[in-house]
Every structure is written in structure tokens, then in C-alpha cells.
């Protein structure tokens, strides 16, 4: 019996092989299909409808109401074509009815091959009103009337692109439900029972072959069944990652709380609440001979950065070493600013590495932290170099941890010996999304702002108004205030109808020609980037015209307005990022929404939560709802799976009781070896995590 091995059985080969491997599909089909995210006869399997057609069957069309997709049987007539190339019209007649077909760009001699003259067939399709009769364009079908049954009652709709038909997706589809095979349950029976699930393969052959629209739903049992596979598959193999992780015994860090004694009788405010619960959870985790891999996320200006601090000088104070991983030099300098002004203080040795560090600068640094001289190293990529050796790193800091890959995350954490690890997110995401993506992870939220920060105001104009936004910040710019300018494309797009940030910036130099002006984007190089993001922050630039590359992070106390042009285009957590920019300084700040066009009513909703609430959670859960889970998250970020089935918020009842039960089976069966511990390894497998098995632990 495996126990330990990653490879996946040999049964599972026909599941796993390459869409070409169907019959019918050449080259240009398996490209196409690729687009829907099929490349195995698996991913064909999780393919799985949305909505379907009704086909009802009429004996006559006295009853129909049209337009009406129906299935009825026709006497073929006649035919007709007034003109050649062009539509051929093919008469046919349904007891006192009579019935057009039309096909355009089809040849007259197979025409009447399928439908001969003076016979009778069964067809269907969608009939409409054309001038004084009734018409059907290219019918679905045409069979004889001995294989009317042929034609289903309800047909099924599937996702298709250019070069995929439906009827090529159903040929191939069911070759692809002939290769699924039976698996032992690996659901616990009692969850199986509650919701009267049927097994695995009877869901997949009872959602591919639905009778009406009610199974084509979410809460279809098969469907639902499915999902909850998905799930419970990914919260076993963050399950399995924690319990490896927590298995690993690290050191006992246990601070003389001297340096933070001084650190809090230097600060000039108070800390937080649920700054003050995050240090204590982090000092536990520091303290317990369990390696911590804890998430610290916060909403925009919640002092996360301190947090880390004080958590850095209990490493330091044991006498270890303690890096901060930024994902930007210039996200890596504000933290090395904020940080080292704060050590000067109790005489602590931070420094910055960076990737431009050369000759003998960048010597002297790779010797203090060798030596241990560098108590507090902060750096981008630069930190887990091969070049770059720690005489005792033992605390890892990884900020916005979802711009760095796994193996990225894991490099740094290799440069110590069972190095603890905290990461850090300011993008407040919904509880059921936190459980999904950090389910490995322990957490702490800063959910509180500083007494001290006035909320941004917010406004939300129609760009009809941007000579009155232009005559407002024309005093803002002669008051020597510093503004963020936001657009949501590059280029000029006729079709979306979106001022480029280009274009805006041409117009705004010649409207204000006394002011010094940059842009930002992100086809421009991270070094020209930062060159412009430093003489803002410096005040060299008074305004800032931007993409959304100044999303995350980047602190300008001295900015104080944001501008963000076509913010409908944008998602609800994303402008709350963009907002967040400014607000950081003593003097109040505002945030002007333009908006082009009519709004929809999700639009609407959107502007006017965020005009409403400064909350990051609140507003987080407001945009899970209007826009789902993908877009909350951005599924390109690093380590996001994108659900086959699953629907985060149609399914989110089943996300907890599939998290309890991995943690349960795990308990009581860490290796995975009992009858149903070796079906999940199956469906981890089936699920393509077979990777986490690496995981268990032999013997």
C-alpha cells in the first residue's frame, strides 16, 4: 500500500491522458479547448453545464407562443431558392400550419437528402414570426420520425469558444465520461447521508445528463456533491501542509523584553487593540517549539508594520536574526524607513539589501548579515540569494505573501534553520475566502485604525463634471498638495471607451503647465517606475497620473487627494486599496470616484459602499457578493486555485464542514491509511494535489 509516494496510480493514466488522445480532436481543437481550461480528459469531466435548452413537443403549432424552441414533426413540400448564392427555404407543413425552414450557406442537394420531399421528419429548433407566417432557422435536428426519442427533452448548455461547437463538446463529453471510473467514498458517510449525495460517478453522469434547469443549479445534490470533492480535496492538502509544518520542532524564542520595553516607551501613540492581540498571538507562536506559519492581515492603514517590528525585536533580543521580504524596492525602502528610524532609537543594526547593492557596499552587507552584525535585514528577491548567508536567521516577514510564489516564500525560509514565518496581506478578504486560500495557516486580524487617522472623504462624480474636478484641484495643486491621479488602461480602447492614463496625462500637463506632472504604469521598467514613485514621495512631482501599479503599499504622507477616473471599471477591494494611498498625513484627505456613462446597478452599489464605509472587511464581504470570489481574490495572484465546480458563494456552507472533516480524518488518521484515508489520497489524486502527500510522515 502507498504511504508516502506522490505518483499517481496507473489507473488514473486514462483520466490524466491529453484531450488529443479523443477521438475527433486534432490540433487546432485541442488549442480551442484549451481556452476553456480543458487540456485532460479530467478537466472535460468538471466541465460542466450552465443552464439548457427546453425542447418541448408540440403536435401542432396552434398552442405555441413565440418565439418558442419545440420539437415537432413536418411533411416536407417543397424548396425554394430565389437566388443563387442565398438562403434556401425549404416548405413544410404541420397538420393545417404551414412551416419555413431556413438554411443559408447550405448546398440544395443535401438539403434533400435530409429532408426529402413528401416525407415526414421529425425536427427541432427555435420558431419565430418572419413577415406573415413562421419560420425555423438551420434546425438543431432532423431525424426520421422512428428516431424522434434521439432529441433530448432538455439539453444541456456548455461554456464554448471559437472552434468548439456544442455538438463537438457532447461527442467528445461523453467519450470522456466513459473513461471515469468508480472510486470508494471518501466523503465520512454521515455528511454523505445529511445531504443525500450520490457517489462520485453517478454525479458526474447525472450533472452531464439533466432532465430540466433545476438540475443545471448549484444546489443540484450531484453538483453539490461534486463541489463539495473540490473542497474537501483542498482543505486536506492545506490540512496536510499545516500538520507538516506544525510537526517540524523549531526553537523557543523567548525575548528579555528589553528592546520592546524601549521601543513602547519611544512610541507616540498607543497601540490598538487588535495590534496588541496580534503581538501577544505572534509571542506564543515565537515561544511554542512549533514553527509558526501565522497570516497577519490587516485593512489599509491598520499599523501592520509595527506590529512586525515588535514581533522582529523578540528575535532580536534571543540573539537571532529576523529578514523582511518586500515585494518592490520601493515597498522594501518604506519599510526600511519606517523601521531604522524606529531602531536608531533603542540601537539596533537594521539594513537594506538590495538587488542594485554592488562592489564593496554590497560586500560590507553580506558580511554583517554572515556575521550577525545585521540584526534585521530588509530586501526584495535579494534576501534569498545564493550569495546571501545568514549566521542565524530564525524569523521571516513576508509582505503582501500573495505577490511571491510558494517556492519563493520557501527560499527564504530555507536560510535558517526552522525559520518562523509571518506573513502579512493588507487585503481584507471574507472569512469564507481566508479559509479557503490560508486554510494552512494560523491568523491575526487588525480589524481597528489608529485613533489618530481621519477618515478619507469620499465622492463619487459623473465625468461630466471634470471641469468642476479640475478647477478644485487646480487650488489643491497652488495649495502645494500632492495628488494621485488613478486610470484604468494603458492605451486608447474605442471599444471601452477608458481615458487612457497616456492621454490623461497630456491633457493634465496642458491644463496645468506650471506643474510638474508623472506617470506610471506597468509596461514601464520597476526602475523607471521607482525613479517617478521617489520624486513624488520627495515632492519633485506634484501629481501623479497612474495604472493601479500603485495599488498596494506605497506610503506618501504628503499626499492627501485621489483621483480615480472610470471607477466603475474597477472591483469594490481595489478602489479601497487605490483609497487607501492618501490619509496616511495630519491633513484631511479626499477621494474623488468618476464614473463614465450610466451606471449599472451593480456599479452603483459598488461607489456607493465605498462612499458609505471606510471598513476593508465590511467593504470586502459587499464586493464577494456583487462580484464573486475570483475577482475578490484576482485568481492570477500566486497560489490561488481556480475551482472547477465550486462556487465560493454558492457553496460556502460546505467550505467549513469540509475544513472540520479534513482536520477530523487527519486526527484520527494522519497517514492516511485506514480504508477511507486511502480514497482521499484518491480523490487528492483525481483533484491533481497528490503533491501535498508529500507531506505524510512514514512510521
Known sequence: METSGTSRPERFFPLFSSISNLSGVGPRATLAL??????????????????????????????????????????????????????????????????????????????????????????????????????????????????SSTIPDFEPNYPLTKGVSKKFLIKIML??????????????????????????????????????????LFDYPARERLAFDELFAHQMSLALARLHFRRIRGVSILGSGVLTKKLYDSLPFSLTASQEKAVNEIRQDLSSELRMNRLLQGDVGSGKTIVAFISMLTVVEFGAQAALLAPTEILAKQHYKVISELSEK???????????????????????????????????????????????????????????????????ARKGINVDVLSMSATPIPRSLSLTFYGDMDMSILD???????????AVMPASKLELIFDRLEMSLDDDRRVFWVCPLIDESEV???????????????????????????????????????????????????????EVGLDVPAASIMIVEGAERFGLAQLHQLRGRVGRGSEQSSCILIYSGRLGKNSKARLEILRDTDDGFKIAEADLRIRGAGDVLGIQQSGVPKFMVADLQSHSHLLEIARKDSQLLLASDPGLTTPRGVAVRDLLYLMDLQSSLAFIQVG
Open 496 to 550: 471601452l471607451q477608458v481615458t487612457s492614463a497616456e492621454l490623461r496625462l497630456e491633457i493634465i500637463e496642458k491644463r496645468f503647465p506650471q506643474k510638474k506632472i508623472g506617470l506610471v504604469h506597468g509596461q514601464m521598467s520597476s526602475n523607471d517606475r521607482d525613479k517617478v514613485m521617489r520624486k513624488f514621495i520627495k515632492g519633485e512631482i506634484n501629481l501623479l497620473v497612474s495604472t493601479t501599479v500603485i
Open 448 to 458: 481597528e485604525k489608529p485613533k489618530d487617522r481621519k477618515p478619507v472623504k469620499t
Open 346 to 412: 533603542i540601537n539596533i543594526n537594521v539594513i537594506l539589501l538590495s538587488g542594485r547593492d554592488s562592489g564593496l557596499k554590497k560586500r560590507s552587507k553580506l558580511a554583517q548579515i554572515q556575521d550577525g552584525l545585521a540584526q534585521i535585514i530588509i530586501g526584495t528577491h535579494a534576501l534569498f540569494q545564493e550569495n546571501v548567508i545568514y549566521k542565524k536567521l530564525a524569523f521571516a516577514v513576508i509582505d503582501e505573501q500573495h505577490r511571491f510564489g510558494v517556492h519563493q516564500r520557501l527560499n527564504l
Open 34 to 147: 484549451k481556452k476553456l481550461g480543458v487540456e485532460r480528459v479530467r478537466d472535460l469531466l468538471f466541465l460542466l453545464p450552465v443552464g439548457g435548452i427546453k425542447r418541448r413537443k408540440v403536435f401542432d403549432l396552434v398552442s405555441i407562443s413565440l418565439p418558442e424552441i419545440i420539437t415537432v414533426e413536418i411533411l416536407v413540400k417543397s424548396y425554394q431558392q430565389t437566388k443563387k448564392p442565398g438562403p434556401i427555404r425549404v416548405l413544410t407543413s404541420i397538420r393545417k400550419s404551414d412551416l419555413d425552414l431556413v438554411f443559408f450557406n447550405a448546398r440544395l442537394d443535401w438539403i434533400k437528402t435530409v429532408l426529402p420531399k413528401n416525407e415526414k421528419r421529425v425536427i427541432s429548433g427555435k420558431i419565430e414570426n418572419f413577415q406573415s407566417g413562421m419560420q425555423m432557422v438551420h434546425p438543431d435536428y432532423i431525424v426520421s420520425s422512428s428516431e
Open 175 to 216: 467519450q470522456a465520461i466513459d473513461k471515469s471510473i468508480s472510486f470508494p467514498e471518501w466523503i465520512n458517510e454521515s455528511i454523505v447521508q445529511k445531504f443525500q449525495w450520490p457517489r462520485f460517478k453517478t454525479s458526474i453522469l447525472m450533472v452531464h445528463n439533466p432532465k430540466c434547469i433545476k438540475e443545471t
